[in-house]
């Protein structure tokens, strides 16, 4: 299995603009998380779907964010429009219902808006 | 208060070292403990997990859960150079929401 896969790996913006990560979990994990890592706060939990339906996205700082999972294989965090202050690594992660404890990570978008 | 405390370090020993990692809760509802190690640059991967109470070992990891005191432990003997990382506790109830502790940066000297 190829693991959590993200992309991009890195991306660089002006504030204003919008910006797009996306995330494909594994394969028949059914839960699909995204996390946002700073130096200050560590890793911070943004929103989680449980089979495509958004459950608790009260960890999404404000309306510029939105998050969706049109699909078991594919989920997206946007930002809009985007300020420096969210510059950080941004994580989707995923678990299989059942595994409570096994959370996996992709590698991660590491978000620089000058 | 924050749900999950956890010394941020950073920790520096030499090869060879025993190490102690720490993390308090205030959540007693809490049933699940995991420790992560996540590598420069790369996502948080699971090392260790366990749910109840007392000491489970994996080769030269040992965690340790206190749940009285609200407090778990990750033990690494004779640390290796590759077990330089950033080290987080998590938690959980039954449900889907993991509480993460800011982790705590490790580095073994050869």
């Known amino acids: 299995d190829a693991g959590v896969i993200q992309s991009p790996r890195h991306e660089v913006t002006e504030m204003g603009q919008e910006v797009t990560l996306r995330c494909k979990p594994i394969?028949?994990?059914?839960?699909l998380f995204w996390y946002r890592q700073t130096m200050m706060r560590g890793l911070e939990l943004l929103i989680y779907f449980n089979n495509n339906v958004p459950i608790d996205d009260s960890g999404m700082p404000e309306d510029r964010f939105s998050a969706k999972m049109p699909n078991a294989s594919f989920s997206t965090l946007k930002i809009q429009p985007s300020e420096p202050r969210d510059s950080a690594v941004y994580f989707c992660?995923?678990?299989?219902?059942?595994?409570?404890?096994?959370?996996?990570f992709g590698s991660g978008t590491q978000l620089s808006v000058l | 208060q924050k749900e999950v405390e956890q010394d941020p370090g950073p920790l520096s020993v030499p090869e060879g070292a025993i190490v102690s990692l720490n993390c308090t809760y205030s959540?007693?509802?809490?049933?699940?403990f995991m420790w992560y190690r996540q590598y420069s640059r790369k996502g948080p991967e699971l090392l260790m997990y366990?749910?109840?109470?007392g000491n489970k070992e994996d080769g030269r990891f040992t965690a340790q859960v206190d749940k009285s005191s609200k407090y778990i432990s990750l033990f690494i003997r004779d640390s290796q150079p590759s077990d330089s990382a950033t080290y987080l506790c998590a938690m959980k109830q039954a449900g889907n929401q993991f509480y993460f502790g800011t982790g705590t940066s490790l580095t073994v000297i050869p």
């Open positions: 992660a995923s678990r299989r219902t059942g595994e409570n404890e096994k959370l996996f």
């Open positions: 959540n007693s509802a809490f049933q699940y």
């Open positions: 366990t749910y109840s109470s």
């Open positions: 394969s028949g994990h059914n839960s």
